[in-house]
């Protein structure tokens, strides 16, 4: 619906599911759901394991006053920092599995997901995996941010404290 031409697809989201299914059978649902997962699990696990770490660099390393000298407001610059440092390093873990799940999605192929991406692999190269991310790391790093920024400031706001720190 998103991407043909208006009224050539479906006009509903109830008739596209319906058009879908009977075009490809309940597979067409999980086509890439392979890939999404080599994308998504390594880009949750370093959501987290990077944002702590990075936290507990900037309170060690740079900022190493015990962590409630700090004001709510430098607390939640760290939080800043190191959720867009955590993004940009999820947005290059994740990038190409991305990368092959949007070629996969886009494609009309009924070839099992490792075949496919094989397939686009060899049309596309190490490189073409890489291409984009540039613009990824800004989208990444600012939603991965925003999201801990508006994590910890609800700590704030009912009186706990931000992540990290003595």
Known sequence: MQTAEPGTFTRSAVQGFN???AEGGSAVFYKGLTPLWCRQVPYTV????AFEKI????YSKVFTK???QYTK???LMVTFMSGYI??????????PADTMVSIINKRASDAPAGQQVR???GEIGF????KGLGTRIFMIGTLTCLQWVIYDSFKVYCGLATTGGK
């Open 19 to 21: 058009t879908m299914k």
């Open 46 to 49: 370093v959501k987290f394991v």
């Open 55 to 58: 936290v507990s660099m900037f």
């Open 66 to 68: 015990p962590k409630d």
């Open 73 to 75: 407001m430098q607390q």
């Open 86 to 95: 955590a993004g940009v390093f999820c947005a290059i873990v994740s990038h």
């Open 119 to 121: 397939e686009i692999y």
């Open 127 to 130: 490189s073409g995996l890489w």
